[in-house]
């Protein structure tokens, strides 16, 4: 059975910094495409930031520029968000979507919750 689990989140100040991760497991197949999202209190659901496969290619939603980092390591089949100069508009259960190369079906991982606050 297909999973992927989040983990890093939790409380931190304005300014500070977390790093996610997204572990996945119970597969054979590879992975392509690798999002984080993330849904705050009463908003929809955003795209903060996504790599390809090789890693070669990084998007990163406009709100999250020049703080945010995600990179993979395919060998342990993980993702990151480095989160850095965080602020409280960034508070929301992040999660994590991969798609497989083999089916283009998008896994999702059931998230974890930063709270920017002081």
């Known amino acids: 059975q297909v999973q992927l689990v989040e983990s890093g989140g939790g409380l931190v100040q304005p300014g500070g910094s977390l790093r996610l991760s997204c572990a996945a497991s119970g597969f054979t197949f590879r992975w392509d495409v690798m999002n984080w999202y993330r849904r705050a209190p009463g908003k929809e659901r955003e795209l903060v930031a996504g790599i390809t496969d090789t890693g070669g290619s990084t998007i990163l939603a406009d709100s999250v520029k020049g703080r945010f980092t995600i990179s993979r390591d395919n060998a342990l089949n993980t993702v990151y968000l480095q989160m850095n100069s965080l602020k409280r508009e960034d508070t929301a259960m992040y999660c994590c979507?991969?798609?497989?190369?083999?089916?283009?079906?998008?896994?999702w991982g059931r998230g974890t919750q930063v709270t920017v606050s002081s």
């Open positions: 979507c991969a798609r497989s190369a083999l089916t283009g079906t998008n896994y």
